[in-house]
């Protein structure tokens, strides 16, 4: 197929998505993924949109209120005089670059000018220490490293024969990324891209296990991400905020592929210290029309006025982990409009989702996205259509938006794809209109006294008092019970860890909850997590098996 025809049918599954903006069973029910032998985005997608359009492809405002635009038509021009530079510096097709920037124009040039060379990209955060950075080096079997140039000190102890390219200030033995100002703003391809290969490598955030190896396609992130644009509810001419970090999945989802799918605006907001105030300044000021966040940042900004938002984004989603129903409630209250939740994995594109224009139901992720059959697996016998189970993708019609596998661990990419199904790992159940339900990851969700607990449904419910801004939840060894819920509670400014504390949330625990599901045990204490945010409730089970807490751990049997 050629690169004309490759485009023209990306083009037509893309508009049958946008005709279907708020019709969710029409699209569910008619899209059909863009099915070719040869895809290049940035080449094949990027560079048509781009060509002659002086619209901003990339907005980036910094603390200081220093403002970057660019074009889509001069973003593609820069990302060629880069894929030229990098060729001329012995970048080849398959090579491995690990790419280790913060928010700059840089990352979306490199991204791009990787994709033109066939080069695969390691992404990485620049929150990496080099013991990170060795496994990643060594691992993922890199032979170019760009990186800003602070952070050049940490491959001082990354072993390994790369190509070293630093961003920013001059550094000795490094080569300058400026290098690439003089080379031509036009590029020619080798030769076609085949859409099934290796176009990016991401490491997993490793909350249960160390990272895992995730290898995309030049189809499957790219082309997969048209579900990522549909659940947002992305088109032409949007100015799109998603706060993620670089080096991880969700800025992959949401800063380059869905809004760029849709021809829409990246909005990038740099700071510090989250600034609720600030953010929302921004973003009226830039006149951002869809907005995304993962919950930690929604619960800090309902910390704050909300009305200072005097124009509120037309779109408003939350993904990383569930979002609790009383951050919803208040968001709506103040803005008018809902957040959606949305539910996919560093594997994956959006699976499962409350699509724009839907009856949103509270607590559900919604219902499949457009291209994916989700089954939910049943946790005995491993049969699909259970009300509650592992919720798993049928591979009898593979989603395009579905990686390859584990790189380099053919076991465990067997392990995910057994029977026909990929498994998620995570456990859902689904109601009779087909919405599914988050109960939790099947690491997670435990048994106390013989009753099934979920630690989201408990977070939620602590969650909803005003003294708690964060909580995991997790079993505590009982010897009557077996287990127990025990809870880590990240207290709200303002709130004292105390007797009296631990006291009112046993209430407020009392109030809200089954009586089997109630907290019984609650220690006051900061919570672990990955590089990326994520709570790493493996390390807090431990933790709690081993009994080795602050001190600050109280009983609900304490205060009767």
């Known amino acids: 197929m050629s690169a004309t025809s490759a485009t023209e049918t990306f083009r037509a ?25 040869h895809f290049n985005w940035a080449l094949d997608w990027f560079d048509v949109i781009a060509e002659n359009n002086d619209r901003t492809a990339l907005h980036i405002v910094e603390e200081d209120g220093d403002r970057t635009e660019v074009s889509f038509a001069r973003m593609s021009a820069r990302s060629n005089r880069v894929a030229n530079w990098l060729r001329a510096r012995g970048v080849r097709a398959g090579d ?29 955060t620049p929150l990496l220490g080099p013991a990170d950075l060795r496994d990643r080096v060594e691992r993922g079997r890199v032979r170019h490293v760009l990186v800003r140039d602070t952070d050049t000190p940490k491959f001082d102890e990354v072993p390994g024969d790369y190509t070293r390219i630093a961003v920013g200030a001059d550094v000795p033995g490094w080569l300058p990324y400026t290098g690439a100002d003089g080379h031509p703003e036009t590029y020619r391809a080798d ?22 190896l995730v290898e995309h396609t030049h189809a499957s992130y790219p082309v997969g991400h048209l579900s990522t644009m549909y659940w947002i509810g992305l088109k032409p001419g949007d100015v799109h905020l998603n706060i993620s970090s670089p080096g991880w999945a969700k800025h992959a989802w949401s800063n380059l592929f869905a809004p760029w799918n849709a021809e829409a605006t990246v909005f990038i907001f740099n700071y510090t210290r989250f600034d609720a105030a600030r953010l929302m300044a921004e973003m009226d000021r830039s006149g951002v029309t869809s907005f995304c966040a993962p919950p930690t940042v929604w619960r800090m900004l309902i910390q704050a006025d909300l009305s200072q938002l005097k124009n509120p984004p037309r ?65 005995v016998t491993g049969e699909p259509g259970a009300l509650e189970g592992e919720i798993s993708l049928d591979l009898s019609d593979r989603p395009v938006g579905l990686m390859t596998g584990y790189h380099g661990d053919p076991e465990r990419t067997a392990q995910a794809m057994a029977g026909g199904y ?26 106390a006294s013989d009753y099934k607990i979920s630690p989201f449904e408990l977070e939620s419910a602590l969650l909803e008092h005003e ?3 964060e909580a995991a939840v997790v079993p505590a060894p009982d010897p009557m019970r077996l287990a127990v819920p025990k809870a880590y509670i990240v207290l709200a400014e303002g709130w004292e860890p105390c007797p009296d504390t631990a006291k009112i949330l046993f209430e407020h625990s009392r109030s809200v ?16 997590k990955t590089v990326s945010g994520k709570i790493r409730r493996i390390e807090l089970r431990e933790r709690t098996a081993r009994g080795t807490g602050t001190g600050t751990e109280y009983a609900e049997g304490d205060f009767r």
């Open 13 to 37: 599954a893309r508009d049958f998505l946008l005709r279907h903006r708020e019709d969710y069973q029409a699209a569910y029910e008619g899209f059909r993924w863009p099915r070719t032998d």
């Open 513 to 528: 909850l089954a009586p089997y599901k109630r907290v019984r045990r609650l220690e006051f204490a900061d919570l672990p």
């Open 467 to 469: 003294a708690v801004a």
């Open 96 to 124: 491995r670059i690990l790419v280790m920037l913060g928010n700059q124009v840089e990352l979306w040039e490199t991204a791009l000018a990787a994709m033109k060379l066939r080069a695969v990209v390691i992404p990485a």
């Open 191 to 212: 030769r076609e891209t085949d859409a099934d290969e290796p176009l990016m490598l991401y490491f997993t955030s490793g909350t249960t296990a160390s990272p895992k």
């Open 422 to 447: 990929y498994r998620t790992g995570d456990i859902g159940s689904r109601d009779l209109d087909g919405y599914i339900t988050y109960v939790g990851r099947a690491d997670d969700v435990f048994k």
């Open 315 to 379: 779109e408003v989603v939350a993904a990383g982990e569930p979002l609790n129903p009383e951050v919803i409630e208040t968001v709506r209250r103040v803005w008018g409009v809902t957040i959606r939740d949305g539910f996919g994995q560093t594997e994956t594109s959006v699976q499962v989702a409350n699509t724009p224009g839907q009856l949103l139901k509270a607590g559900s992720m919604g219902r499949p996205s457009p291209g994916f059959r989700v089954e939910l697996l049943d946790p």
